[in-house]
């Protein structure tokens, strides 16, 4: 498993460590077998950044009317709104980007890549890295730790195939 850690310092440091060493029973929120004895944290992207945006320009079309606004014409209107808008848009666009599957053909840029980007990285997110799927998970009070674990250690044999119903955990 990949280890990201922040030193004290700001210094960030990476170790490749045993699978071993990782204890899965300290994390409560991990799948399991049984139908729903744990709640399951949604780690999909479920929001629409165009929805949105139209939303917000709706809204913001909404407040420019009356006699305050009645100089404004339409076209500088919808630049107004467009130019309040659009930071929202842009976040959700780059949350969007970050929350799906992260690809890496060789380790040294992935893990220099996760390095600058470890406070951005969503648990949950999957991470490949040559090859291997890898889950972030966040370890330690305060989230002291990034942590790739390899999506092997998430799954078991034993799970039945068949759909089931799980908690969710907002």
């Given amino acids: 498993m990949l280890v990201i850690k922040e030193t004290p310092e700001g210094q960030v440091t990476h170790a490749w460590e045993p699978l071993s060493s990782f204890d899965l029973s300290k994390y409560p929120n991990r799948a399991s077998s049984s139908i729903a ?10 929001r629409s950044c165009d929805d949105e945006l139209d939303a917000c320009k709706d809204i913001c079309m909404k407040s420019l ?54 406070d951005e990285l969503l648990a949950g997110t999957v991470v490949v890295i040559a090859g291997v799927v890898f889950v972030a998970v966040v370890v330690g009070s305060g989230g002291t730790a990034l942590v790739l674990v390899p ?6 044999s034993d799970a039945p195939s068949e759909p089931q119903i799980a908690a969710v955990q907002p």
């Fill in 151 to 156: 999506a092997v250690l998430l799954v078991s």
């Fill in 37 to 46: 004895d744990a709640p399951v944290v949604r780690a999909a992207w479920t």
């Fill in 65 to 118: 009317r009356g006699r305050n606004w009645s100089h404004a014409s339409r076209g500088s209107k919808d630049a107004i709104c467009r130019d309040r808008c659009r930071p929202a848009y842009n976040d959700c666009c780059r949350l969007r980007e970050l929350a799906e599957t992260l690809k890496f053909p060789a380790t040294d840029k992935a893990v220099e890549w996760l390095k600058q980007h470890h």
